[in-house]
Nanobody, 122 residues
Framework: QVQLAESGGGSVQAGGSLRLSCTAP????????MGWFRQAPGKEREFVGC????????SYADSVKGRFTISRDNAKNTLYLQMKSLTPEDTAVYYC???????????????WGQGTQVTVSS
């Protein structure tokens, strides 16, 4: 079993920035593709972006492309999501996930964190 843990959530004003982190066990982290998903109240969990094991491939949802940046530091067993130009529509619980393929389908990910709340006010 892989235990993931998100951190860095909080409240920011529209136009602001926030950086989320996700940690995983060091012995297996570098073997996994990683993804970020989010879920707003009353909505289904949706894809934000993903990154392959080495960081050589990154993909984003259209809604965040150009504003969010995914990166990973395998030496630190950490996945990052840098969010800029935030809007109230970005308000959601953000989850990191680990799987064997960097795709946008949430069923492809085997392990999930507990989530961290991001709230953007206008």
């Amino acid at each position: 079993q892989v235990q993931l843990a998100e951190s860095g959530g909080g409240s920011v004003q529209a136009g602001g920035s926030l950086r989320l982190s996700c940690t995983a066990p060091g012995r297996t982290f570098s073997n996994y593709a990683m993804g970020w998903f989010r879920q707003a109240p009353g909505k289904e969990r949706e894809f934000v972006g993903c990154i392959n094991w080495s960081g050589g491939f990154i993909s984003y949802a259209d809604s965040v492309k150009g504003r969010f940046t995914i990166s990973r530091d395998n030496a630190k067993n950490t996945l990052y999501l840098q969010m800029k130009s935030l809007t109230p529509e970005d308000t959601a619980v953000y989850y990191c996930a680990a799987g064997h393929s960097s795709v946008s389908i949430r069923d492809a990910y085997d392990y999930w964190g507990q989530g961290t709340q991001v709230t953007v006010s206008s």
